[in-house]
Every structure is written in C-alpha cells, then in structure tokens.
C-alpha cells in the first residue's frame, strides 16, 4: 500500500512574525486536502507563534540538540521544541552536516534523542556533485543511511529526505530516473534495517528545487513519498501547489 504524501516546508533562516500570515494561508489550504501530511519547519523563534497560529498543522524545528538540557550555548534540545508546540524536527540537513561538521554519528544521535522525545523526524541524506559525477552517489547515500540511521523501530515517526546537494537552491533536479534509482536503494536499505512493514511505511521524501511545476512528475516517481522544499515553501502562492499536486496524485 502507498505511504501517505508528505509535504514538508523548510524555512532555514527566514521568516519573522509578519511570515505567520503565509503559515496560516499554508495551513488553510492544506486542511483542505486530508489525504495529505503537510508541515513547515520554520525558525526556532516562530516555532511557538505559528503553531499557536495553525493549530492543528504541524509545526516542526529544523536541527536538534543530541542531549537533553545542559551547557550547550545557542542550541535546541528535541524537548524544548516539544515544549514551543513542534511535532516533528529535521535533522542531518545538508547545510548542518556541511556548514557545522555535523558526522553521520551526530545526526543519529540528534535522530534517537528526538523520537525518543516524541517528535517525527525528517533524517537528510544526499550527495555533493563530484560524488554524482563520479557515479558514487548510491554508495555515499547508503553509507550516510548506514551512520545516521537511529537504531529504533522506525515507520511513521521517521521519514528520511533524500536531498542531493547540488540540487538544493540551484533550480537543479535530478532525472526522474536517478530519483527513482535512489529511492528504491534507500527503500532495500531501511527493509534491511527495520524489516519489511516498517521499512516500507517509512517515508522516503525527495528534497532539492522542487516547485509546483515539477512536484507533479516527482511526487509520482516510485517509493517517493513526499517532498522536502526550502525556497517554494516561504509563500502560500508557491507551497500550495506542490500538496495541491501531492493530494492530486
Ligand atoms: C532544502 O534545503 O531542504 C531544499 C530542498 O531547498 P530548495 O527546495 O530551495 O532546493
């Protein structure tokens, strides 16, 4: 049976209190389509405000601390971000795991510490270009799985984004053929991993310039099961479209 579409907004360093409107046009929209999960991960300062504003629609943050409280300056632990209203939390983005030396072991800590609290989790995967040009990209792939992957029963909770790097915010896609090459090895790998029922209930998204002009031929690729979306998810106008697309499928 096909896992249910979900479509998740990460808003990286933007949005302030004046964006909350667009959250609840977001939240609106998507009410309207129950055949689908939607979210946006937006800021931790909105974490609060917007899930008080579209109660009802999944709010989540978009990193975690592995530990649960203590002398870590400037960081989040998966319990306060419960504790702001959030129900899910990225982890292992490719912008942590590059720009803060994040290591596969980190993430899978930061993965464990948040569904032990609680929160789903959205767990980054993805190669840079030269791995890609080198025909390495699968291998790489598997091997950041085979890190970061918590070693708890997955299945609803935990959803993985396979996002390659050099697609994110460059307007760049893969084939539709390389998706669904990846796809189907990141399904054999959390079957290896979980068994076969939570294997397959876990949601595998595709992450990386996807718009409302290709969600569609996307989202319809086999064993993807969502979208992880940065630049089209700041705004009503351009999010919707794409779980406009994922309700239509
Ligand atoms: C992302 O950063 O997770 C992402 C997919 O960004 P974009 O949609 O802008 O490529």
Redesign the pocket.
Known sequence: MANRKYIVG?W?MNGDHAALAEAKAIAQAAAAHAGVDAALCPPATLIAPMAEAVKGFAVGGQDCHAEPKGAFTGSMSAGLLQDAGATLTIVG?SERREGFGESDAAVQAKALAAMTTGLDVILCVGEPKNVREDAEAEAYVLNQLDGSLPDVAAGRTLAVAY?PIW???TGLTPTADDVRVMHAAIRGKLIDRYGPELGAATRILY????TGDNATELLGVDNVDGA?????SLTAAKFVPIIEAAAAL
């Open positions: 990460n990286k983005h996002e697609a994110i915010g992450g990386g310039s996807v992880l979306v940065g630049g089209a």
